[in-house]
């Protein structure tokens, strides 16, 4: 089991910038993966970015030049530098961390409780 613990959210006003964090504790095995996702209600949950263990990272469009994923693999945590902040970018925001294909497991994603991002206008 994994379990995530977010933080970092909070209201700022348009132009404003945010720092939100996400670490993983658990029986984490190997990460493939972590990022971020939102969600608001009524659309699906939707991609913010995501940093592979790799170390390739990609983007929303809508975040690109605003947005900066980072991860700290020895701590196991992923940080996500919000700038220029758009009250579009309101929305509840999800950590997410997947899993490595195991013998008895195929990629397995977990889910953080969500932090809530408030832009004003």
């Known amino acids: 089991q994994v379990q995530l613990l977010e933080s970092g959210g909070g209201l700022v006003q348009a132009g404003g910038s945010l720092r939100l964090s996400c670490v993983a504790s658990?029986?984490?095995?190997?990460?493939?993966?972590m990022g971020w996702y939102r969600q608001v209600p009524g659309k699906e949950r939707e991609l913010v970015a995501r940093v592979f263990t790799i170390g390739t990272t990609n983007y929303a469009d809508s975040v690109k030049g605003r947005f900066t994923i980072s991860r700290d693999n020895a701590k196991n945590t992923v940080y996500l530098q919000m700038t220029s902040l758009k009250p579009e970018d309101t929305a509840v925001y999800y950590c997410?961390?997947?899993?490595?294909?195991?013998?008895?497991?195929?990629?397995?994603?977990?889910w953080g409780q969500g932090t809530l991002v408030t832009v004003s206008s």
């Open positions: 658990g029986r984490i095995g190997r990460i493939d993966a």
């Open positions: 997410n961390v997947r899993l490595s294909p195991t013998i008895a497991f195929t990629f397995r994603d977990y």
